[in-house]
T-cell receptor, first 113, second 113 residues
């Protein structure tokens, strides 16, 4: 069972470069999410997609864009990377229904120099 | 607003010691509550959940009871092992259709042999 797959696992960028982080889930989940994890901050929601064709801002959307390509795939784009975007990025998905948990990928570790 | 407060770590225990990690929440309505575990270099994994008051979630020897009167969801384990060393996150789903989670900042547990 693949679950939630994120690519790449590691990436180093220079300031100003652009990058797309890919996420795919094979559980037929309706909702998908992008988080960033920074030391001492827990997880913060960047964007989410409640269903195919919709996207909404989370807590920290500035500097990011997303695309819900289809039900399986939800990508996160950094148009002009900044050092403050150095972080670990997690994608998650969730089935419909009260009390359903989110399922997480293994993360993308992104460093911006 | 909705929030989760989790005891700060790190927590260091000897093998076979009793573990408690405190988690309290603020929420309107009837949230679902979750504990996630993150092992080094990995994504978050669901450890247990509870969807209504007085529910007890349990998994792998860990337990937590949803206490509405004290707005708490403390994580406990009677005898920890070295393999339990990880970061533990308490999370709240406040019941919106999006299934968005609010996370505590995480508690790092180290278990020494």
């Amino acid at each position: 069972n693949a679950g939630v797959t994120q690519t790449p696992k590691f990436q180093v960028l220079k300031t100003g470069q652009s990058m797309t982080l890919q996420c795919a889930q094979d559980m037929n989940h309706n909702s998908m999410y992008w988080y960033r994890q920074d030391p001492g901050m827990g997880l913060r929601l960047i964007y989410y997609s409640a269903s195919e064709g919709t996207t909404d801002k989370g807590e920290v959307p500035n500097g990011y864009n997303v695309s819900r390509l289809n039900k399986r795939e939800f990508s996160l784009r950094l148009e002009s990377a900044a050092p403050s975007q150095t972080s670990v990025y997690f994608c998650a998905s969730r089935a419909l229904g009260n009390g359903q948990p989110q399922h997480f990928g293994d993360g993308t570790r992104l460093s911006i120099l | 607003g909705n929030s989760v407060t989790q005891m700060e770590g790190p927590v260091t225990l000897s093998e076979e010691a009793f573990l408690t990690i405190n988690c309290t929440y603020t929420a309107t309505g009837y949230p679902s509550l979750f504990w996630y575990v993150q092992y080094p270099g990995e994504g978050l994994q669901l450890l247990l959940k509870a969807t209504k008051a007085d529910d007890k979630g349990s998994n792998k020897g860990f337990e937590a009871t949803y206490r509405k009167e004290t707005t708490s969801f403390h994580l406990e384990k009677g005898s920890v092992q070295v393999s339990d060393s990880a970061v533990y996150f308490c999370a709240l789903d406040y019941g919106g259709s999006q299934g968005n989670l609010i996370f505590g900042k995480g508690t790092k547990l180290s278990v020494k042999p």
